[in-house]
């Protein structure tokens, strides 16, 4: 039976690798990528990109299967102004929990972070305790500094210096995006 998988922002880096990752592992899958423009970056088939601002969802309802199995939110980061980052983070976690409150799915996921601002790690911190109240399960991961897989910004640069600080202070090491998407995958299986 086909699984019906809803990525939150799955368009990005760490999308692309666990839509990969995840079809290696259960070749049977649909994947439904919902970011802003709809672009989904991979020419795979049973990969859909839906349009949807995830800051301001509106009913994505129409462009989903009758059936989700797994849904993760994938979007989140820093930013420099307050309610900014307030949003960018909480409400497209607001609305994964408002899908799985309609759809019912085996479990959903869930981009953590260690390394940020005080605020960033809070917000996720807090988002975490929420979604771990829900009915459905949850599977998280909660990395540092994510890298690899192309990922090119102002962030990686740091990669080098938090891999020589990473092994004084183990909770400042780097991660590659693989072992990122491992972990979360194999966490949303094992519910």
């Known amino acids: 039976m ?3 998988i809803v990525l939150l922002g799955g368009s990005g880096y760490i999308g692309r690798e666990l839509v990969k990752a995840w079809r290696s592992r259960v070749a049977d899958t649909e994947f439904w990528v919902l970011s802003r423009s709809g672009a ?6 049973g990969v859909h990109g ?3 601002d995830l800051l301001r969802p509106q009913m994505a309802d129409d462009a ?3 059936q989700v199995d797994y849904i993760v939110d994938l979007v989140g980061g820093p930013k420099d102004d307050p309610q900014e980052l307030a949003d960018f983070n909480r409400l497209p976690a607001q609305f994964m929990q408002r899908l ?16 940020g601002p005080k605020t960033f790690v809070a917000i996720k911190r807090d988002l975490i305790q929420e979604l771990q109240s829900s ?3 949850l599977a998280v991961v909660e990395p540092t ?3 690899g897989a192309g990922r090119k910004d102002q962030m990686t640069r740091f990669v080098p210096l938090l891999r020589v600080l990473g092994a004084v202070v183990p909770s400042l090491r780097p991660v590659k995006v693989d072992t990122v998407v491992m972990t979360l995958l194999n966490e949303l299986l094992a519910k």
């Open 2 to 4: 086909t699984k019906n």
């Open 145 to 147: 500094l994510v890298y």
């Open 135 to 137: 009915p459905t399960p």
């Open 40 to 45: 989904t970056r991979l020419d795979l088939p």
């Open 64 to 66: 989903l299967p009758d």
């Open 100 to 115: 799985a409150d309609q759809y019912h799915p085996t479990a959903m996921g869930f981009i953590g972070g260690k390394l």
């Open 50 to 52: 839906v349009a949807v």
